[in-house]
């Protein structure tokens, strides 16, 4: 399951909001919340993959499978640790428990960050 999450994406929905029902919902949360943790890119992107319990808190540990990051080594490095906190300031989820016993040890994909900035000519 991918919950794709581009940091400048206009997302709707809150962490406050009401428990998810639908992996719409749970993407909604997400975006919401990711969107008041934003994360620096420049045009560095970052894939992590992670699983949910039933009752919306992280499975583990999440895992970064993809990245690219601009900017030197340690702009790098502060992008994908600002990725990282901001998942887990995100989570846990709160869902229905009908949504829970669904999506209890699926992966979730998350990826962010977003095309580097065009330059001025």
């Known amino acids: 399951m991918a919950l794709l999450a581009p940091l400048a994406a206009n997302i709707a929905g809150a962490q406050d909001s ?3 029902n639908t992996l719409m ?12 943790t934003p994360v620096g ?5 970052v ?13 583990g540990k999440p ?3 993809f990245s690219h ?14 990725a990282e906190r901001a998942v887990d300031s995100c989570l846990p989820i709160k869902v229905t428990p009908a949504l829970g016993d669904a999506i209890a040890g699926h992966q979730f994909f998350i990826t962010l960050g977003g095309p580097k900035p065009e330059k001025a000519i």
Do not use: W, Y
Not at 69 to 82: H, M
């Open 69 to 82: 990051v601009e900017g030197g080594e340690e702009a790098g490095k502060r992008f994908l640790e600002d």
């Open 41 to 45: 890119s420049n045009g560095s992107r």
């Open 18 to 20: 009401a428990p998810a």
């Open 47 to 59: 894939t992590i993959i992670f699983s949910l319990k039933r009752d919306g808190s992280i499975f």
């Open 25 to 36: 919902d749970i993407r909604h949360q997400f975006g919401g919340c990711l969107r008041r």
């Open 63 to 65: 895992r970064i499978t």
